[in-house]
């Protein structure tokens, strides 16, 4: 007697089992099939084929640097860098430091502004260096890029959107020799400037360093023009 009633308790929780077994695979099933698991799913798949591609345009970057074709783009890519400002440059140069009138305008002067630095002034020093063939250029730190303002702001003179006052440390590389002379021609800036009491100083360095840019780029009109100009 009590052995059947033995076999008849194991029989009972092997049933039980099996209906929990049960109710739990269904149960399964159904997150599975659920929208927010099959999204899980195919986001998950779709990370890791994210991350093959990701490897592997590693790896041909990789291989193009060893390469002499990855040389040769490399070398482009890190010009393009220093033409727009994005790595800091050294090299030989000029040094240009530009003061207001020491000491201030005459006292019976009408418009004591004549004595002070504007922004006009550095633009045609600056425009001096450019033409003579300055390969970069900096104003206080500030490295001057494409669309690198020198403007009037009240009495400070804005340079990439920061404030500054006299006196102005110019940097510029290039030839120190034509970068010198084409400042110091016979009725150019130089001679313009000192005329209205301005002081200004130019030295030449072998070592001449200048910062890479430290702004920020946004394009909201511009965009790059595709292979056949589409």
Avoid at 163 to 170: L, S, T
Wanted: hydrophobic share 40%; charged share 20%; net charge positive.
């Amino acid at each position: 007697m009590l052995q059947k009633q033995g076999h008849f308790s194991i029989a009972l929780v092997c049933v039980v089992l099996g209906i929990m077994l049960a109710v739990q695979f269904r149960a399964t099933q159904d997150i599975r099939s659920s929208p927010k698991y099959q999204r899980v799913e195919d986001l998950t798949q779709r990370v890791i084929q994210m991350e093959k591609e990701r490897n592997a345009l590693l790896d041909q970057i990789r291989d193009l640097r060893q390469s002499n074709a990855g040389g040769a783009a490399s070398a482009e890519l890190e010009s393009v860098r220093m033409g727009a400002g994005l790595v800091p440059l050294r090299g030989a140069g000029v040094i240009v430091t530009v003061d207001d009138t020491k000491p201030a305008a005459p006292p019976r002067s009408n418009n004591p502004n004549l004595y002070l630095i504007k922004d006009e002034d550095l633009l045609k020093v600056l425009n001096e260096l450019r033409a003579a063939g300055a390969e970069a250029i900096s104003i206080n730190g500030q490295r001057l890029i494409a669309s690198s303002e020198v403007r009037s702001a009240g009495p400070y003179i804005s340079i990439n959107n920061t404030n500054f006052a006299a006196p102005f440390e110019i940097k510029a590389i290039g030839d120190p020799v034509t970068l010198e002379n084409a400042l110091k021609l016979r009725g150019g800036v130089i001679e313009t400037l000192q005329f209205w009491g301005i002081r200004i100083e130019v030295k030449q360095s072998a070592n001449v360093q200048i910062p890479a840019f430290k702004g920020t780029f946004r394009f909201n009109y511009a965009q790059p023009v595709q292979d056949g100009g589409k």
